[in-house]
């Protein structure tokens, strides 16, 4: 039968982002050939640590933790640290243009692995990065999803609402947790950015119920915020989302 999804390996990259500048991220192929690829933007201030912890750490972060589910749904998936020149973290970073200079060179590389649409993913403060290097004209993903969209002010950082969302002519899904009790990503707020979105050629939220108690914090990742305990469903609805897009 097909691999469990915690028997595909990761594989720790470094790449070469700008002058001087490595971004280090984990490959994790899918069991057959990919039908896309994702970019996994985290959380927080995004500092992983990836070649310190190595491909078998598991993490806490929504997305870093259902890595390999990602791709058991037929993805190619590259989750994605912070560069060398800010490995203390992000910051205001994400919405940068050496940012997006960054995370162009990731999908690049990916569209160079395998010739399938390139999706960002984001989730909470990776949404900011997402919707950011989302406006890019040139060397852009084809797809966006955000996933407990910030929207309220975050320690002097932009939010996804400062943002010019109708710079973005690309396909995007917004997913939330209809529970998230973060103060930063009211799932209503989240839907009302549809609106903004008049670029996007296809837009849809997506509200996720149910889970697990939340043994974290509300804006940590062991709650409804993180999608706790309905993981396997949060990231099949975000992988179908993306073959039907795909299949237009």
């Known amino acids: 039968g097909a691999p469990a999804p915690r028997d595909?390996?990761?594989?720790?990259?470094?790449?070469?982002?700008?002058?001087?500048?490595?971004?280090?991220?984990?490959?994790?192929?899918?069991?057959?050939?990919?039908?896309?690829?994702?970019?996994?933007?985290?959380?927080?201030?995004?500092?992983?640590?990836l070649a310190r912890r190595g491909p078998t750490w598991v993490g806490g972060n929504f997305l870093v933790r259902t890595r390999r589910l990602f791709a058991a749904?037929?993805?190619?998936?590259?989750?994605?640290?912070?560069?060398?020149d800010h490995a203390g973290g992000y910051g205001s970073f994400r919405t940068s243009d050496a940012h997006a200079t960054d995370i162009a060179a990731v999908i690049a590389w990916l569209r160079q692995q395998a010739?399938?649409?390139?999706?960002?993913?984001?989730?909470s403060m990776g949404t900011v990065s997402a919707a950011a290097v989302g406006q890019l004209t040139q060397g852009g993903p084809d797809g966006l999803v955000l996933t407990s969209t910030v929207t309220r002010e975050t320690r002097g950082s932009a939010n996804v609402a400062d943002l010019d969302l109708g710079?973005?002519?690309?396909?995007?899904?917004?997913?939330?947790?209809?529970?998230?009790?973060?103060?930063?990503?009211?799932?209503?707020e989240a839907e009302r950015l549809l609106k903004r979105l008049t670029a996007a050629p296809?837009?849809?939220?997506?509200?996720?119920?149910?889970?697990?108690?939340?043994?974290?914090?509300?804006?940590?990742?062991?709650?409804?915020h993180g999608y706790y305990g309905v993981?396997?469903?949060?990231?099949?609805?975000?992988?179908?989302?993306?073959?039907?897009?795909r299949a237009k």
């Open 73 to 84: 749904q037929g993805l190619l998936v590259a989750v994605v640290d912070t560069p060398s």
């Open 231 to 245: 993981e396997d469903q949060t990231v099949r609805v975000i992988a179908d989302w993306i073959k039907a897009t």
């Open 115 to 123: 010739a399938v649409p390139v999706w960002l993913v984001g989730t």
């Open 167 to 188: 710079q973005i002519k690309l396909p995007t899904l917004i997913v939330a947790h209809r529970s998230d009790a973060c103060r930063s990503s009211p799932p209503r």
């Open 202 to 224: 296809k837009t849809a939220f997506i509200q996720i119920e149910g889970g697990k108690s939340p043994r974290s914090e509300p804006c940590d990742a062991f709650s409804q």
């Open 8 to 49: 595909l390996p990761d594989r720790l990259v470094s790449l070469a982002t700008r002058p001087g500048v490595t971004v280090d991220l984990f490959l994790v192929r899918p069991p057959g050939k990919p039908v896309a690829s994702v970019v996994l933007l985290t959380g927080g201030e995004g500092n992983l640590g």
